[in-house]
C-alpha cells in the first residue's frame, strides 16, 4: 500500500473546506503504486484522489503537470482534471507535502491484459502522443537515460539486491552511451505507461493517469516504455508476441514511426529495462521499513533487459 505520509483528519477537512466539493465522508489508503501517497476521498459533493507527492516529484514540476493533463483534457485525452480550489489553485499543502485533489476515474487496472487491450492502450499511448505534440511546455527527463547512473550509485551494493548485478548494469550503461540515438522525434512523453496506469472498462481506456514522470523525451522511447511494461510475463522471462503486435497494431492506428524510430526500439526498450530495474533496485534498498508499500520486484526488468538484448530483439516489435 503506497502511503508514505498521513493524513490528520482535521487539516483534511480544512484542506477540503477551501473547495466546493463539499466535506469529508472518508479517506483511505490506496494500496496501489509506490511513488506518491494516494487516497480514496469521498466527500458529499463526490469521489476524488488526494496525492501527496513524495521523494521522485519535485513540487516546483507540479504546474508543468496541472497544465499538461489541463492541455490533454482540452485534447480529449481520457486525463483526470487536478481539481482547483475557489481561489484555482490546484497545488496545496497538507502535511508537510505538496498535494492534489484530482478527478476520480472509472475503470479498472489490468493485471493480465488481453491482445484487443494492448490495442486499445497502443491506440491510447498513440492519440495521447497526437494530442501532446501541440503542447508548449517541455521538463527535462529526470528519469532519462543521463540520470540512471546517479541511481545506480544512490542505490548503494547491487550485488546485494541481485548477485552480478553491478557487472551487468555497467557493462550495460557502456554500450547504451555507444549507441543512444541524438535525434528522434521527441516532445512531452507519459514515460510511465504501465497497466497500472492505464484504466479500463472491457476493451476500452477510460483513464491515463500517474503523469508525475512525463518529460521532454524520444516519443519511440514511450512505446518502448509500453512494450515493456504490458507485453511481459510476470517474470519478464517471455515477450508476448501476440500482445506486443496487437500494442504496436494500435500504437501504428494513430502514429507512424520514421525508420530511425522502428531501428532504435530494441535499444530503447534495453534503456527502459534497465530503468526500472534500477529505480526498484534503489527502492528495494532504500523504501522506509514503516511505510506501507508494497515494493516491486527489480528481477523481471533484468530478464527483459536479457530479452532485448537478444538478436531478436527487433522481431517483438512488428506491427
Ligand atoms: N484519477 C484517478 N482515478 C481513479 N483511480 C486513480 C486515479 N489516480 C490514481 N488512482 C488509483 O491510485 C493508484 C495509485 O496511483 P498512481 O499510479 O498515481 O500512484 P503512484 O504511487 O504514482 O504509482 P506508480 O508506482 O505507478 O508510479 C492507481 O493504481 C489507481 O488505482
Ligand atoms: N512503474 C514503475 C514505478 C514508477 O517508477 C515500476 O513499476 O517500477
Avoid at 526500472?276 to 515494493?295: E, K, N, S
Wanted: with cysteine.
Amino acid at each position: 500500500m503506497a502511503v508514505y505520509t498521513e493524513v490528520d483528519p482535521d487539516d483534511l477537512a480544512a484542506l477540503v473546506a477551501r473547495y466546493d466539493i463539499g466535506t469529508v465522508l472518508s479517506c483511505k489508503g490506496i494500496a496501489e503504486g509506490v511513488e506518491n501517497s494516494n487516497f480514496l476521498l469521498e466527500t458529499t459533493g463526490g469521489r476524488f484522489i488526494l496525492t501527496l507527492y513524495e521523494k521522485r516529484v519535485q513540487a516546483s514540476d507540479l504546474p508543468f503537470f496541472v497544465d499538461l493533463l489541463g492541455h490533454l483534457a482540452d485534447q480529449g485525452c481520457p486525463v483526470p482534471a487536478m481539481i482547483r480550489d475557489r481561489n484555482g489553485e490546484a497545488i496545496q499543502q497538507i502535511s508537510g507535502r505538496a498535494a492534489c485533489i484530482i478527478q476520480f476515474l472509472s475503470g479498472i487496472s489490468l493485471t493480465h491484459p488481453t491482445p484487443a487491450q494492448c490495442e486499445a492502450a497502443g491506440a491510447a499511448l498513440g492519440a495521447m502522443h497526437r494530442a501532446v505534440a501541440s503542447f508548449p511546455g517541455a521538463r527535462e527527463n529526470s528519469m532519462g537515460h543521463l540520470h540512471w547512473r546517479g541511481v545506480a550509485e544512490a542505490t548503494g551494493d547491487l550485488d546485494a539486491v541481485i548477485p552480478g548485478l553491478q557487472a551487468v548494469v555497467d557493462t550495460e550503461f557502456s554500450w547504451l552511451d555507444a549507441h543512444w540515438p541524438a535525434d528522434l522525434p521527441a516532445h512531452v512523453i507519459h514515460a510511465d505507461l504501465f497497466p497500472d496506469n492505464v484504466l479500463m472498462l472491457g476493451n476500452r481506456v477510460t483513464g491515463l493517469i500517474d503523469f508525475y514522470f512525463a518529460a521532454t523525451d524520444y516519443r519511440a522511447y514511450d512505446v518502448a516504455v509500453t512494450h515493456a511494461s504490458w507485453t511481459f510475463s510476470g517474470d519478464g522471462a517471455e515477450c508476448d508476441r501476440q500482445l506486443a503486435r496487437a500494442l504496436m497494431q494500435g500504437y501504428a492506428r494513430e502514429i507512424t514511426l520514421t525508420d530511425a524510430e522502428i531501428a532504435a526500439l530494441p535499444l530503447l526498450a534495453r534503456g527502459a529495462s534497465l530503468r526500472f530495474l534500477l529505480t526498484r533496485a534503489h527502492d528495494w534498498v532504500h523504501t522506509p521499513a514503516d511505510a506501507l508499500v508494497t515494493r516491486k520486484d527489480p528481477a523481471p526488468f533484468l530478464n527483459r533487459l536479457r530479452r532485448y538484448q537478444a538478436a531478436d530483439a527487433a522481431s517483438l516489435f512488428a506491427a
